[in-house]
């Protein structure tokens, strides 16, 4: 695993732990209880980027569950809003679920 600095030559570059997979798939997305649908657009070990959910009223530092789909039910991750753009949410996953995130990253990538 590497971690890409930016430096003066290269101001715009990413600072990622971990290498992001592009993915199409549903999730739900559930701050405080209430369902929100949306899409879900990469995904890496430790967070990932899905769509911003509609009438979305949570920000940077909100705790929310993420019901991702899996062959034999959903698995539910849950991850804290680290970023909000003007269609999308970055998400990082909470510790310890390490096990669980690499069980998704494994079945969306059969996809």
Do not use: Y
Request: charged letters at 25%.
């Amino acid at each position: 695993m590497a971690l890409k600095i930016a430096t003066s030559q290269d101001p715009g570059a990413e600072r990622r732990r971990h290498v992001r997979m592009d993915v199409a798939t549903t999730v739900m997305v559930s701050p405080n209880g209430q369902a929100n649908q949306t899409a879900v657009f990469d995904i890496s070990e430790s967070g990932a980027r899905i769509g911003l959910p509609a009438d979305f009223e949570h920000g940077p530092g909100a705790l929310v569950r993420l019901h991702l789909p899996k062959a034999h039910g959903p698995m539910v991750l849950f991850a804290e809003i680290k970023r909000v753009a003007g269609d999308h949410l970055g998400v990082e996953f909470a510790e310890g679920q390490e096990a669980l995130v690499l069980q998704v990253i494994d079945e969306l990538s059969e996809r």
